[in-house]
Nanobody
């Protein structure tokens, strides 16, 4: 399984970015797909999840601002990030979970300037 994350970059506070995660070797539907983020010296934290029947779950700190979705035809998962804040600055990672197994992408840097 390979997960290729893209779409990170530098944006001003209040701006938007859209991250994308392309999966190969396994389908994004039928598995739990998530985005995590990590800042230096801190543990990776869950941002958003999309599971079967497109049930989504968000961390409180992104509710109302971020939206996770998947494109079954393209086998991708996206994270639309709006109203970005400087505290959203982090490396964002795509994650695929199937049963006891978890796979990670390489991460994409998001930097929000004030």
């Amino acid at each position: 399984v390979q997960l290729q994350a893209s779409g990170g970059g530098l944006v001003q506070a209040g701006g938007s970015l859209r991250l994308s995660c392309a999966a190969s070797g396994m389908r994004v539907n039928g598995n739990v797909m998530s985005w995590y983020r990590q800042t230096p010296g801190n543990e990776r934290e869950l941002v958003a999840t999309i599971a079967s029947k497109s049930i989504t779950n968000y961390a409180d700190f992104v509710k109302g601002r971020f939206s996770i979705s998947r494109d079954i035809a393209k086998n991708t998962v996206s994270l639309q990030m709006n109203s970005l804040k400087p505290e959203d600055t982090a490396v964002y990672y795509c994650n695929l979970k199937r049963g006891p197994y978890a796979f990670w992408g390489q991460g994409t840097q998001v930097t929000v300037s004030s």
